[in-house]
């Protein structure tokens, strides 16, 4: 039986990466951690002729920020869940961030899984995208001749599908520095290891409220008419608010059928998982 074994490129700088991004496109898959790569391959679905691995790329594996007010934290792509998760500067100035990704399936495919490529891969039942959209954060995608910065709402366009070109890799992530109040809530309904079947991310940025429901629909669900309810509710939100926050989400999403839940029984955990996190927003 004959087998087709992919090319394997292993570029040890971005610059030499970008090159052959540029030069091969979709000829050759983009492979970080291999987690959700590897598990399309195995069962057939993808059969690559060439994998271009950024496993070498090391200066895409960094957490930095700057310390003045007002300031960015910057991901590099191929840092890996766990050191986000550990990380003392996320721990301490984005908590938030580290319990989020700390939430996802188990320490074994935390250590290989990458922030480019749960973002890339847009998987319609992660958690990190949910977040980082609330908390308004932008990725960096490069190719040989250009570089944009585009927000994550932007990124992700439908199941598995981003706005990323051809010859482009996505490079980086930012978060801005948030001192305000941020909620993540993942709701399972099968295993503590799984992905989720509804997640809520509730966020104040600059005195405005996001809310950013995940794993419901093609992509993360964000209604900004419905958070301007909550607009001038300077002193916590009252349990009407709230209540009608959720009710409306609920109403307000198409959600999905999978083996994670119904179409109707997410509807209902959307009204209630957007209201749980807007109580616990309150100070
Ligand atoms: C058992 C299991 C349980 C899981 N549970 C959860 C969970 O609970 N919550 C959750 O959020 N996720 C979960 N995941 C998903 C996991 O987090 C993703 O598989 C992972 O984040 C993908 O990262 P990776 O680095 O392994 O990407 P890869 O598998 O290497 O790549 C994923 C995709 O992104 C592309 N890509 C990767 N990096 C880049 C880049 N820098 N530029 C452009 N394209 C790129 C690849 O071409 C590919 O299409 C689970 C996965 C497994 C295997």
């Known amino acids: 039986m004959s087998r087709n074994i992919p090319q394997w490129l292993a570029p040890t700088s ?19 951690g291999g987690t959700f790569i590897g598990i399309l391959m195995n069962q057939k679905i993808m059969q690559p002729q060439a994998l271009l691995s950024l496993r070498n790329v090391s200066e895409l594996a960094f957490i930095e920020a700057s310390q003045d007010e007002g300031s960015l934290l910057r991901i590099g792509a191929m840092t890996t869940h766990r ?34 490529g749960v973002l890339a891969d847009a998987d319609y039942a992660s958690d990190p995208p949910t977040l980082l959209q609330a908390l308004n954060a932008r990725v960096v995608v490069r190719s040989q001749k250009s570089e944009r910065e585009i927000p994550v ?3 992700i366009i439908g199941y598995y599908e981003t706005s990323l070109r051809p010859d482009e890799l996505l490079v980086e992530v930012r978060v801005p520095r948030n001192r305000e109040r941020v909620v993540y809530r993942k709701f399972r309904s099968r295993s503590s290891e799984d992905r989720p079947c509804v997640a809520v991310a509730a966020a104040q940025v600059d005195g405005k409220l996001r809310v950013v429901v995940g794993a419901v629909a093609e992509k993360p669900q964000y209604f900004p008419e419905i958070c301007a309810l909550a607009e001038g509710e300077t002193g916590g939100y009252t349990r009407e608010l709230v209540t009608e926050i959720g009710q409306r989400y609920a109403e307000s999403i198409e959600p999905i059928s999978d083996s994670r839940g119904s179409a109707a029984y997410r509807r209902r955990v959307i009204a209630v998982e957007v209201r749980r996190a807007l109580e616990e927003m309150v100070p």
Do not use: C, K, M
């Open 14 to 32: 971005l610059q030499e990466a970008l090159a052959l991004r540029a030069q091969l496109g979709d000829e050759a898959t983009v492979v970080a």
């Open 83 to 116: 050191a986000v998760e550990r990380s003392p500067l996320i721990r301490q100035e984005w908590p938030v961030l580290a319990s989020t990704f700390s939430l996802v399936a188990s320490p074994r495919v935390r250590n290989q899984a990458t922030v480019g």
């Open 153 to 155: 709402e932007e990124l």
